[in-house]
């Protein structure tokens, strides 16, 4: 396939087994892990947790990504598509949530196909780093339930700096647009578990409470209250080399989690917090070939 799925529109040739392009990876589904994951927001996770797929390669180029291992480093399993589907039933047998592809950008292609052949009996939950293009996200309209995407920086320069990609900002904005377009205001099943709907997220990065003030003021102006959750995470810790930015090579203060909680709870955003203690080593899952 000549690939233009990503913002990088690189147009990489990418062949089932040989990967090319930004992402360096093949056409065929490449994961890291399968697993029940109990760290997502509440109505994603449940009781019984949410059935994560982690697929290996990204579109985006964060210095600090915790999921380096599978993100920079491109550690993972070759898998097709009958494979791919097995394991999401496999998921279902264990009893998640839901079926949350992770990093999934690269795959719109591979994730498309899969849910115009099968429709799960559980919502499908597409978690991104918000790097995503709107022309790609219409490929997954009615097959997507929740959309769970970041909203890293609205400035270009910083996007450019920590994530290599200076039109991060209008991206992700036009991608939350249309996956809310989409799934519509967010609604629940009996148990509070979300059924279709739209969840923002940011990391709050050390000494940019401001980036995280502005990224809640679009959010509250763009959109009506009660369309989307936003989740505001904390979880930041300094994760490979920094050299080159190290500004970002210590955890986060107190003062500026509660400053960026305090702005959230002013702006009457609905949503999620966490606290300093979530910045462990737990939030990130070993990438083992669980699952896969």
Same mark, same amino acid.
């Given at each position: ?9 690189? $147009? /990489? ?6 990967? +090319? ?9 490449? *994961? ?49 598509? !009958?494979?791919?589907? /097995? ?19 690269? =795959?719109?292609?591979?994730?498309? /196909? ?14 991104? $780093? ?11 309209? $009615? ?9 890293? =920086?609205?400035?270009?320069?910083? &996007?450019? @700096? ?9 991206? +992700?904005? &036009? &991608? ?12 629940? !099943?009996?148990?509070?578990?979300? *059924? ?10 050390? $000494? ?8 809640? !003021? ?25 050299? +080159?930015?190290?500004? *970002?090579? @210590?955890?986060? @203060?107190?003062?500026?989690? @509660? &400053? ?33």
């Amino acid at each position: 396939m000549i690939c233009n799925l990503c913002p990088r529109n690189c $147009g /990489a040739k990418r062949t089932e087994t040989a990967g +090319a392009g930004y992402c360096r990876m093949p056409a065929a589904p490449v *994961l890291a892990r399968a697993a029940l994951h109990h760290w997502e927001e509440p109505p994603i996770s449940g009781t019984r947790g949410s059935g994560t797929i982690f697929f290996s390669g990204c579109p985006l180029g964060c210095v600090f990504c915790q999921n380096e291992k599978i993100s920079h480093q491109d550690f993972g399993r070759t898998v097709t598509p !009958d494979r791919l589907r /097995a394991i999401c039933e496999d998921l279902i047998v264990q009893g998640a949530h839901n079926l949350n592809f992770v990093n999934p950008t690269h =795959y719109v292609h591979v994730i498309a /196909a899969l849910l115009k052949e099968w429709r799960p009996s559980i919502p499908v939950v597409f978690n991104t $780093g918000g790097y995503d293009k709107s022309d790609t996200l219409r490929g997954l309209e $009615g097959k997507v339930g929740v959309y769970l995407p970041d909203l890293k =920086y609205l400035n270009g320069e910083t &996007a450019s @700096r920590y994530s290599a990609a200076p039109d991060y900002p209008e991206i +992700a904005q &036009a &991608a939350i647009r249309e996956m809310v377009r989409q799934t519509g205001p967010c609604r629940f !099943d009996d148990n509070g578990l979300l *059924l279709r709907g739209t969840i923002i997220r940011h990391l709050i990065l050390p $000494g940019q409470v401001g980036q995280a003030k502005a990224v809640m !003021d679009w959010v509250a102006s763009t959109f009506e209250p009660g369309t989307v959750l936003f989740s505001l995470m904390s979880q930041y810790t300094p994760w490979g080399d920094l050299s +080159a930015c190290p500004e *970002l090579n @210590r955890r986060l @203060r107190p003062g500026e989690i @509660r &400053a960026a909680q305090e702005y959230m709870v002013n702006l009457g955003l609905a949503g999620f917090t966490q606290e300093r203690t979530s910045a462990r080593e737990e939030y990130t899952p070993p990438f083992d070939l669980t699952g896969v």
